[in-house]
């Protein structure tokens, strides 16, 4: 099973600053990461897949990076409402898995 | 409009069974993979069982391996799960998930673009 660690646990930081994110994975998952954002009492939100493209409506300041290992979830000036948990997936090889989440707070 | 919802969450009783079901609209549901993902109170996305949209392939993660049962109906749009030997552990609020089509169509090893507002099931005595 491939296990993907995510950090930093939480990240506190003010709007309008940038949001650096990342997920390290126990084995190659080549380029098959997708990120989710997920608001209290919310389901996830589809944000990004393999690697780096944006899901429809997400806005650019979403940006990703990586393959492999390691890959980056960059929110490059914050908005009131990204302030969330970010999650990570890999598809790459069964069983799928998620890492533990970031949680992005208002400093 | 594309929708999920689930439905068939409550009290499980330890050792006993529940089938939690989802109900699909607004897209050709055979052309996509889908899947259970739950989340625990106050824990992370854990996904659990996956399957093509033909039916013809399904997988479970190991901690609902033996136990659980997933399955489709695409002449009517639903997605179910079948829980057998229910435990405590298993609380949580279960999410039914499509495939993005990211894979290809049909395939259950994707992403998921859309997600149901979750089905809650607590097992306890």
């Known amino acids: 099973e491939v296990v993907l660690t995510q950090s930093p646990a939480t990240l506190s930081l003010s709007p309008g600053e940038r949001a650096t994110l990342s997920c390290r994975a126990s084995?190659?998952?080549?380029?098959?990461v997708a990120w989710y954002q997920q608001k209290p009492g919310q389901a996830p939100r589809f944000l990004i897949f393999?690697?780096?493209h944006r899901a429809t409506g997400i806005p650019a300041r979403f940006s990703g990076s990586g393959f492999g290992t390691d890959f980056t979830l960059t929110i490059s000036s914050l908005e009131p409402e990204d302030f969330a948990v970010y999650y990570c997936?890999?598809?790459?090889?069964?069983?799928?898995?998620f890492g533990g989440g970031t949680k992005v707070e208002i400093k | 409009e594309v929708s999920l919802l689930e439905s068939g969450g409550g009290l499980g009783q330890p050792g006993g069974s529940l089938r939690l079901s989802c109900a699909a609209s607004?897209?050709?549901?055979?052309?996509?993979?889908m899947s259970w993902v739950r989340q625990a109170p106050g824990k992370g996305l854990e996904w659990i069982s996956g399957?093509?949209?033909?039916?013809?392939?399904?997988y479970y993660a190991d901690s609902v391996k033996g136990r659980v049962t997933i399955s489709r109906d695409n002449s009517k749009n639903t997605l179910d799960l079948q829980m057998n030997s229910l435990r405590a552990e298993d609380t949580a609020l279960y999410f039914c998930?499509?495939?993005?089509?990211?894979?290809?169509?049909?395939?259950?090893?994707?992403?998921?673009?859309?997600w149901g507002q979750g089905t809650m099931l607590t097992v306890s005595s």
């Open positions: 998930a499509k495939g993005g089509r990211i894979a290809g169509a049909g395939r259950a090893n994707d992403a998921f673009d859309i």
């Open positions: 607004g897209f050709t549901f055979s052309n996509c993979g």
């Open positions: 399957i093509s949209g033909n039916g013809g392939s399904t």
């Open positions: 084995q190659s998952v080549d380029k098959y």
């Open positions: 393999d690697t780096s």
């Open positions: 997936q890999q598809r790459s090889s069964w069983p799928l898995t």
